[in-house]
């Protein structure tokens, strides 16, 4: 098993930056791939971003690029979102999840592992 739990939410305002943070515990080799998910009220969850712990590789999804960016901490497996120019539609509750897999994917269905959330609210 792997425990994920997310931190670094909050109340921010348009324009303003964020650093999320996931820090893995227990079973920690038994993950490939590290994403973020994002779930706004009334709306399914969104992939945000991933990276692979094989190669380094990331991917972020069209609406965040330029303003996201996912990153890690091997040494303290943890993993980052850095969220730079928010916009009140980035208001959302944000998953951290682990995939086995060795593919990074844009699905929920290949995480095997999924944190509590952590809230983010931007206003405008």
């Known amino acids: 098993q792997v425990q994920l739990v997310e931190s670094g939410g909050g109340l921010v305002q348009a324009g303003d930056s964020l650093r999320l943070s996931c820090a893995a515990s227990?079973?920690?080799?038994?993950?490939?791939?590290m994403g973020w998910f994002r779930q706004a009220p009334g709306k399914e969850r969104e992939f945000v971003a991933a990276?692979?712990?094989?190669?380094?590789?990331?991917y972020h999804t069209d609406s965040v690029k330029g303003r996201f960016t996912i990153s890690r901490d091997h040494t303290k497996n943890t993993a980052y979102l850095q969220m730079n120019g928010l916009k009140p539609e980035d208001t959302a509750v944000y998953y951290c999840?682990?995939?086995?897999?060795?593919?990074?994917?844009?699905?929920?269905?290949?995480?095997?592992?999924w944190g509590q959330g952590t809230q983010v609210t931007v206003s405008s």
């Open positions: 999840a682990a995939s086995m897999s060795m593919i990074i994917s844009r699905s929920g269905s290949p995480y095997n592992y």
């Open positions: 227990g079973r920690t080799l038994d993950y490939n791939i």
């Open positions: 990276i692979s712990r094989i190669d380094g590789s990331t």
